[in-house]
């Protein structure tokens, strides 16, 4: 495994900030275990990029790999910035952007030039694009300069789903813009061991582990349950819903507030351990996933993983990686969405036993996998150059 540059600029952002990993984090965390011990640690700050050496690369990738445990990192980071600024001969080495981070500033392309760095970006999704109306204003636009700008500057792409790089080769072809080599590469998911003993709610549950954002479409799932209240009376099934609050919250809030029976059945996590929400997915009658559109969908993954039984939209990037294994139904038809979570709530749901069988031939997607196709792709282009 040759020498590589990991661009770490998100995730101490993140971590100084005190924010919980996101999903793109995760990927982040995931380059650094497998390319840390070969690479050095690149941040960019006050329109700088400095390198790292190596042991004080080590450092930092120990210390973001423990998202801050060990506490403030500050003193490291200015100390490895002072150094950094003696090391900057990095032409040719191959640099990892997964979180696209700094590709909204054009004067970022500009210094992976002047660098001569050979920059490899993630691809995540194109939703800012294709679905706008979920995004924050301006998000559009920022969006599209990111796209543009890695097709302009990048070495390689790896895109974490195939219905993304699908989504990429028709915004390059509809701009004519050449698309760099490119990669699929599945994601994996990283659950901590544990015995599941401790039942979290005594009443049948569901649970939907998401941030909060309109595009999850959590409106839609807390109208649900109001009307299963009204149906289901004392045996309405309790919902969790785990993440943190995101953009557009504020709808569900209100409307959170604003109900009483919602109050007794829903409960709201915003804070969850992974081992307290493995021990939430263990015990649930099934997970609900009824987003209007993703990238990929690890908790989809991770139910399954876990032998979850998962109700998801029906998305083509679920079937990429799940196949005809969850229940998918329309986000369109609220109603069948109130019968399949009925159905499942009993103790004797055909529905669910269907899919607890079918759950057993589910191939999780794995980091080796993955790895071993980002590492083609870098064998490929060291090959090309």
């Known amino acids: 495994m040759q020498e590589t540059l990991i661009d770490i600029t998100r995730l101490l952002h993140r971590f100084i900030n005190k924010r919980l990993p996101t999903g793109v984090d995760r990927v982040s965390l995931a380059y650094i275990r497998h390319y840390g011990p070969l690479a050095r640690a690149v941040f960019r700050h006050n329109g700088g990029k400095f390198v790292f050496r190596p042991a004080e690369s080590a450092t930092l990738f120990k210390w ?11 003193p490291t980071i200015y100390k490895g910035l002072i150094a950094g600024c003696l090391m900057q001969n990095v032409e040719n080495k191959f640099l990892f952007n997964t979180g696209h981070s700094g590709l909204e500033s054009d004067d970022y392309v500009t210094m992976l030039r ?13 939703i800012p694009l294709t679905h706008p109306q979920f995004c924050r204003i301006g998000e559009k636009e920022k969006h599209f300069i990111r796209l543009r700008n890695a097709m302009q500057v990048a070495s390689g792409i790896v895109c974490n789903s195939l219905a993304t790089m699908e989504g990429l080769v028709s915004l390059c072809k509809e701009h004519r813009w050449l698309m760099p ?5 599945l994601l994996a998911p990283e659950l901590p061991e544990s015995t599941y003993t401790f039942r979290p709610v005594l009443k049948p549950y569901f649970v939907f582990v998401s941030t909060i954002e309109p595009r999850k479409n959590h409106l839609m799932i807390l109208q649900l349950w109001l009307k299963l209240s009204e149906q289901m009376g004392d045996a309405t099934p309790r ?6 609050r995101g953009w557009g919250f504020d709808e569900i809030s209100a409307l959170l507030k604003s109900s009483a029976v919602l109050g007794s059945l829903v409960t709201e996590i915003s804070t969850c351990s992974d081992t307290d929400m493995v021990n939430y997915l263990k015990h649930a009658q099934a997970m609900v996933f009824p987003s209007f559109t993703e990238g990929y969908g690890m908790p989809v993954v991770e139910a399954l993983v876990l032998g979850v039984p998962v109700i998801a939209s ?3 990037v679920f ?4 196949g005809d294994i969850p229940e998918y139904v329309s986000v369109d038809r609220p109603d069948l969405w109130a019968q399949v979570i009925t159905n499942y709530t ?3 749901s055909t529905m669910r036993a269907a899919q607890m069988v079918r759950i057993k031939l589910f191939e999780a997607p794995t980091w080796s996998s993955h790895f071993s196709r980002v590492d083609s792709l870098l064998d490929h282009l060291a090959l090309c150059h």
């Not at 002047?114 to 194109?126: A, G, N």
């Not at 919902?239 to 943190?244: E, S, W």
């Not at 079937?319 to 799940?322: G, L, Q, T, V």
């Open 64 to 74: 973001v790999l423990a998202l801050g445990a060990t506490g403030s990192p500050k």
């Open 346 to 348: 009993a103790p004797d």
């Open 114 to 126: 002047e660098q001569k760095v050979r920059p490899l970006f993630m691809v995540h999704d194109l």
């Open 319 to 322: 079937r990429e990686f799940s």
């Open 239 to 244: 919902l969790v819903i785990i993440g943190q």
């Open 181 to 185: 080599p490119t990669t699929v590469a």
């Open 314 to 316: 029906d998305l083509a």
